[in-house]
T-cell receptor, first 113, second 117 residues
């Protein structure tokens, strides 16, 4: 089975800190994604990557950046965390094209204080 | 614009009742894929079904069934004889950018289903 692992289940960070959220998948998937989930808003795409060192902005990229130096790892970076970035962050991976569906990680609940 | 609408924010039923979760989508693509995912309280989204735009056959898997109608742009999900374990948030999703390497899912806002004993 494909497994997507997010390094932290819960994180608490201070406003202004630089925050790294890490995601690793073990099934050689080409595509990786970062979503944030907020009550009443569903899942919104932040960034995705369809190949190593490639990245594409999703629907809400402001305040975030990403890094994909290796195929299996996709990092989400909050350059200067703000309270409005308090959210559940979900990482997912898929084969190229995405039509077979995604496999999701368990999520990281980030609180910025 | 591509969009997925799940108009029902929350539904509460009593065990053994049937329940239908609605999903309406918008897309200009002629070929597209639709999905349903379940998010139990543990948080991890679990894949339930995929349907492509060329296949309008309804699908049944145990107590779950899906009704895909292109004429009304709907992809509804019915749980028959609901159980407490069905309590979760259910998301409908549309794949945009099909045919390229950059296909990605756009999700509805989800429907929270509570099944009470």
């Amino acid at each position: 089975d494909v497994k997507v692992t997010q390094s932290s289940r819960y994180l608490v960070k201070r406003t202004g800190e630089k925050v790294f959220l890490e995601c690793v998948q073990d099934m050689d998937h080409e595509n990786m994604f970062w979503y944030r989930q907020d009550p009443g808003l569903g899942l919104r795409l932040i960034y995705f990557s369809y190949d190593v060192k490639m990245k594409e902005k999703g629907d809400i990229p402001e305040g975030y950046s990403v890094s994909r130096e290796k195929k299996e790892r996709f990092s989400l970076i909050l350059e200067s965390a703000s309270t409005n970035q308090t959210s559940m962050y979900l990482c997912a991976s898929s084969l190229t094209g995405g039509w077979r569906g995604y496999t999701f990680g368990s999520g990281t609940r980030l609180t910025v204080v | 614009a591509q969009k997925v609408t799940q108009a029902q924010t929350e539904i509460s039923v009593v065990e053994k009742e049937d329940v239908t979760l609605d999903c309406v989508y918008e897309t200009r693509d002629t070929t597209y894929y639709l999905f349903w995912y379940k998010q139990p309280p543990s948080g991890e989204l679990v894949f339930l079904i995929r349907r492509n735009s060329f296949d309008e056959q309804n699908e049944i898997s145990g107590r779950y069934s899906w009704n895909f109608q292109k004429s009304t742009s709907s992809f509804n999900f019915t749980i028959t004889a609901s159980q407490v374990v069905d309590s979760a948030v259910y998301f409908c999703a549309l794949l945009r950018g099909y045919g390229g390497s950059q296909g990605n899912l756009i999700f509805g806002k989800g429907t929270k289903l509570s099944v009470k004993p």
